[in-house]
């Protein structure tokens, strides 16, 4: 089968993520994660977003509290649906986390805990495929191309994925899709 577009890309790992046992993934992610905690972009980052893992994401969870337990601060996006974009939200514990737009785990809107994206050190990227050459496909929004385009170039950008999601190429790369830096698999 010959992928045409990024919907037909979205729709084939989609499928893939499904067909994955819950204990297979799960062991993926941790493997994933180690890697990552073994970066120097990591160790050496003060400031981290990380993304809550969604729908046979990559599981962030222990990432997150493994961050907050080495006296990392860490954010997570908060999605502004009424003008298209991300914030960065400043999280104390896990359990602060509700429902957001999507259905994703979000903090909460409080102004005193936004960042601005030049107070990150690192920041954790989600996506629905990843291709050789670090492209990124997302879920079609373009929150965080968006976002993305926005941090300074120094700031690393390490993109979490399964093997099972990594392609040779994204169809159809526009001027504003962003990629990141590093690509972590298991």
Same mark, same amino acid.
């Given at each position: 089968m010959s992928i045409q577009t990024k919907q037909e890309l979205r729709q084939l790992i989609f499928d893939r993520i499904k067909a994955q046992k819950e204990d297979v993934a799960l062991f993926k992610s941790r493997v994933i994660c180690e890697k990552l905690l073994g970066l120097?972009?990591?160790k050496g980052a %003060?400031?981290?977003?990380?993304y809550a893992s969604f729908r046979g994401e990559? @599981?962030?969870?222990?990432?997150?509290?493994?961050?907050?337990?080495? =006296? =990392? %601060? #860490?954010?997570?996006?908060? #999605? %502004?649906? +009424?003008d298209k974009r991300i914030m960065a939200m400043l999280i104390n514990s896990l359990s602060e986390? %509700? @429902?957001?737009?999507?259905? /994703?785990?979000?903090?909460? !809107?409080?102004a005193q805990n936004s960042l601005s994206p030049f107070e990150l050190d690192l920041v954790v990227v989600p996506g629905v495929a990843f291709d050789r050459r670090n492209n990124r496909l997302g879920r079609g929004a373009g929150y965080y191309d968006k976002f993305l385009s926005q941090l300074p170039a120094t700031t690393p950008t390490i993109g979490l994925a399964? @093997?099972?999601?990594?392609? !040779?190429?994204?169809?159809? /790369? +526009?001027?504003?899709?962003r990629p990141v830096a590093t690509v972590i698999t298991n």
């Open positions: 120097p972009e990591f %003060r400031t981290i977003l990380c990559v @599981d962030t969870f222990v990432l997150m509290q493994t961050a907050m337990d080495l =006296k =990392k %601060r #860490v954010a997570l996006p908060l #999605v %502004r649906k +009424e986390l %509700r @429902d957001g737009v999507y259905g /994703i785990p979000s903090p909460a !809107d409080l399964y @093997d099972l999601q990594i392609v !040779d190429e994204i169809p159809g /790369i +526009e001027a504003h899709d």
